[in-house]
């Protein structure tokens, strides 16, 4: 089972990105999917999650209205669209899949190797 996140890059302030998570080797499609980030220094934080049928969503409140997570069921990809960024949302973002859309790390089964994030100012 593989999760491989893409769709990091350097992007200026204000500006956006859309990261995708596909996995393979096993289908997904029962599980709740979740990005979180790491920022240099500080502890792995959630960022969005978005439950199996993808009808429902869950956002931390710094991102809230900036960022929207979606899922592809059929291609096993999970998205997260990123718009107005800051460069306080510069970090490693990682996907995460596990059964219950939850805020807690612990509670995911399956990791993302993370894709790298930078907002300049």
């Known amino acids: 089972v593989q999760l491989q996140a893409s769709g990091g890059g350097l992007v200026q302030a204000g500006g956006s990105l859309r990261l995708s998570c596909a996995s393979s080797?096993?289908?997904?499609?029962?599980?709740?999917m979740a990005w979180f980030r790491q920022a240099p220094g500080k502890e792995r934080e959630f960022v969005a999650a978005?439950?199996?049928?993808?009808?429902?969503?869950a956002y931390a409140n710094s991102v809230d209205g900036r960022i929207t997570s979606s899922r592809d069921s059929a291609k096993n990809t999970v998205y997260l669209q990123m718009n107005s960024l800051k460069p306080e949302d510069t970090a490693v973002y990682y996907c995460?899949?596990?059964?219950?859309?939850?805020?807690?790390?612990?509670?995911?089964?399956?990791w993302g190797q993370g894709t790298l994030v930078t907002v300049s100012s």
């Open positions: 978005i439950n199996a049928n993808g009808d429902k969503t």
């Open positions: 080797g096993r289908t997904f499609g029962s599980y709740a």
């Open positions: 995460a899949v596990g059964p219950l859309m939850v805020p807690w790390p612990s509670d995911y089964d399956y």
